[in-house]
């Protein structure tokens, strides 16, 4: 989530609730129902960054408490919250007014850890079963670039020194000592796939609530360990999803992609102006069983692509969902997937490339423009044809990353990008890049 917009009523929002939710009190950990659910969600709030100084886990855990009615009898929420106090993990029933504390470490552990996510998997497996699992992905993130912190013993050490100026891949955890900065370790989406495996669930969703998680690289890595993926291709509002409508419409519906249409419902409804205020959003939900598809049909086609022989592409016009700058250390433009293989594909390849797309995305949408930044008046339009992008993003090689590489710490994107599985399984290497 983005940081750089943050909203005054996030310190002050629900007060009187964030007492109980997170209070600093250290209560004895109970025993919650172990029987069957349908359908058990976690929160994984990874917040002992920026977010947790700002207060948004706690508006968040509020909203989650402000909706516990409308959960089902079948179902449970569980929300795990690293911050600045001791890790911990509650139960959210309908039947409690308050959330149970199932879990809380006796010392700081770094959330960012595929080692200690697989750990509060397999809590939530052992204790609360279910049909069914449901996971939110909560902190800061950049998609599919590789992790540069991956230290996680040492941010468990009071002495850690946070130097990574930002986060790659998933989650921040500035460690004991890193003051709720925006320093710190972070994932892998190759290890986070890993640590769900470790765990022996398998996922209906996985919805991140955080930046720039929405595009193809990172929905084929978690391929197979999940039948959805809800995310924004885009840096969204700190304030993130409004958890007492997703309690509500979301989280627990038949339809994963009711996550996303109450997201975008929620950042377009007048009442909530206070929260989101003119920031927009895209946002797309993914059905990965038909990744491969896709993927097997761009391995066809870019052979006879504008990316052959190592040439680049023009992509001048093509919306993007991330601002390409120094300020953004370099991060990719994240170019909107449907309009990127139209831009690179052979005209004759084309349509059967976006018939294998539009196969994956089982619902996108947009506000009429949103903001992209670095500055408080840079907007993207999105295009008056809604069937004219995807709300989904790809990384298109180009010889601006290489050109860049060392300014940032980054390294070359284009080096980066074949360290993933969607580079080899679509036929990226063919191209020469």
Same mark, same amino acid.
């Given at each position: 989530?983005?940081?750089?917009?943050?909203?005054?009523?996030?310190?002050?929002?629900?007060?009187?609730?964030?007492?109980?939710?997170?209070?600093?009190?250290?209560?004895?950990?109970?025993?919650?129902?172990?029987?069957?659910?349908?359908?058990?969600?976690?929160?994984?709030?990874?917040?002992?960054?920026?977010?947790?100084?700002?207060l948004c886990h706690t508006t968040d855990s509020?909203?989650?408490?402000?909706?516990?009615?409308?959960?089902?009898?079948?179902?449970?929420?569980?929300?795990?919250?690293?911050?600045?106090?001791?890790?911990?993990?509650?139960?959210?029933?309908?039947?409690?007014?308050?959330?149970?504390?199932?879990?809380?470490?006796?010392?700081?552990?770094?959330?960012?850890?595929?080692?200690?996510?697989?750990?509060?998997?397999?809590?939530?497996?052992?204790?609360?079963?279910?049909?069914?699992?449901?996971?939110?992905?909560?902190?800061?993130?950049?998609?599919?670039i590789p992790a540069t912190e991956t230290d996680?013993?040492?941010?468990?050490?009071?002495?850690?020194?946070?130097?990574?100026?930002?986060?790659?891949?998933?989650?921040?955890?500035?460690?004991?000592?890193?003051?709720?900065?925006?320093?710190?370790?972070?994932?892998?989406?190759?290890?986070?796939?890993?640590?769900?495996?470790?765990?022996?669930?398998?996922?209906?969703?996985?919805?991140?609530?955080?930046?720039?998680?929405?595009?193809?690289?990172? $929905?084929? =890595? *978690? !391929?197979?360990?999940? +039948?959805? %993926? @809800?995310?924004?291709?885009?840096?969204?509002?700190?304030?993130?999803?409004?958890?007492?409508?997703?309690?509500?419409?979301?989280?627990?519906?038949?339809?994963?992609?009711?996550?996303?249409?109450?997201?975008?419902?929620?950042?377009?409804?007048?009442?909530?102006?206070?929260?989101?205020?003119?920031?927009?959003?895209?946002?797309?939900?993914?059905?990965?069983?038909?990744?491969?598809?896709?993927?097997?049909?761009?391995?066809?086609?870019?052979?006879?692509?504008?990316?052959?022989?190592?040439?680049?592409?023009?992509?001048?016009?093509?919306?993007?969902?991330?601002?390409?700058?120094?300020?953004?250390?370099?991060?990719?433009?994240?170019?909107?997937?449907?309009?990127?293989?139209?831009?690179?594909?052979?005209?004759?390849?084309? $349509?059967? =490339? *976006? !018939?294998?797309?539009? +196969?994956? %995305? @089982?619902?996108?949408?947009?506000?009429?423009?949103?903001?992209?930044?670095?500055?408080?008046?840079?907007?993207?339009?999105?295009?008056?044809?809604?069937?004219?992008?995807?709300?989904?993003?790809?990384?298109?090689?180009?010889?601006?990353?290489?050109?860049?590489?060392?300014?940032?710490?980054?390294?070359?994107?284009?080096?980066?990008?074949r360290q993933t599985e969607w580079y080899s399984?679509?036929?990226?290497?063919?191209?020469?890049?």
């Open positions: 989530m983005l940081t750089n917009k943050t909203f005054p009523y996030l310190f002050l929002l629900f007060l009187s609730t964030l007492l109980i939710a997170c209070s600093d009190k250290e209560p004895e950990a109970e025993q919650p129902d172990s029987g069957m659910a349908r359908r058990t969600v976690l929160v994984y709030m990874c917040a002992e960054n920026s977010l947790g100084a700002c509020a909203e989650i408490m402000d909706g516990h009615a409308f959960i089902s009898p079948a179902d449970r929420l569980l929300m795990f919250i690293d911050d600045d106090k001791k890790p911990r993990l509650y139960s959210v029933t309908a039947g409690r007014e308050e959330p149970l504390l199932l879990k809380q470490w006796d010392y700081d552990i770094c959330s960012a850890s595929p080692k200690r996510f697989a750990e509060v998997l397999e809590i939530m497996k052992e204790k609360c079963p279910a049909q069914e699992y449901g996971l939110v992905m909560w902190s800061h993130a950049d998609g599919w996680y013993d040492a941010f468990e050490n009071p002495a850690a020194s946070s130097l990574t100026p930002h986060t790659l891949s998933f989650g921040i955890d500035s460690g004991p000592d890193g003051k709720l900065g925006d320093k710190g370790a972070n994932m892998n989406v190759a290890d986070m796939a890993q640590a769900i495996d470790a765990a022996g669930i398998h996922c209906r969703f996985i919805f991140f609530d955080a930046c720039l998680m929405q595009n193809l690289e990172v $929905a084929y =890595a *978690l !391929r197979n360990q999940t +039948d959805y %993926i @809800v995310a924004s291709p885009m840096a969204i509002p700190s304030a993130g999803a409004y958890y007492t409508h997703q309690m509500e419409k979301g989280l627990f519906s038949a339809d994963p992609a009711d996550i996303a249409r109450t997201y975008l419902q929620d950042v377009t409804d007048t009442d909530l102006r206070y929260i989101y205020g003119d920031y927009g959003l895209a946002i797309a939900c993914l059905q990965t069983d038909k990744l491969a598809h896709l993927a097997e049909t761009l391995k066809n086609a870019l052979p006879a692509s504008s990316l052959a022989d190592g040439q680049t592409a023009d992509m001048n016009g093509v919306l993007n969902y991330q601002t390409y700058c120094s300020r953004y250390y370099y991060r990719p433009h994240n170019y909107d997937a449907r309009q990127s293989i139209t831009r690179i594909l052979a005209p004759a390849d084309t $349509a059967q =490339a *976006l !018939r294998a797309l539009d +196969d994956v %995305i @089982v619902y996108h949408g947009a506000t009429e423009r949103y903001w992209i930044g670095p500055y408080n008046w840079d907007y993207k339009h999105v295009p008056v044809d809604t069937d004219n992008y995807r709300a989904v993003s790809m990384f298109v090689p180009q010889e601006v990353y290489t050109r860049n590489a060392k300014s940032t710490i980054h390294g070359d994107l284009n080096t980066a990008f399984d679509a036929g990226f290497e063919v191209t020469g890049w």
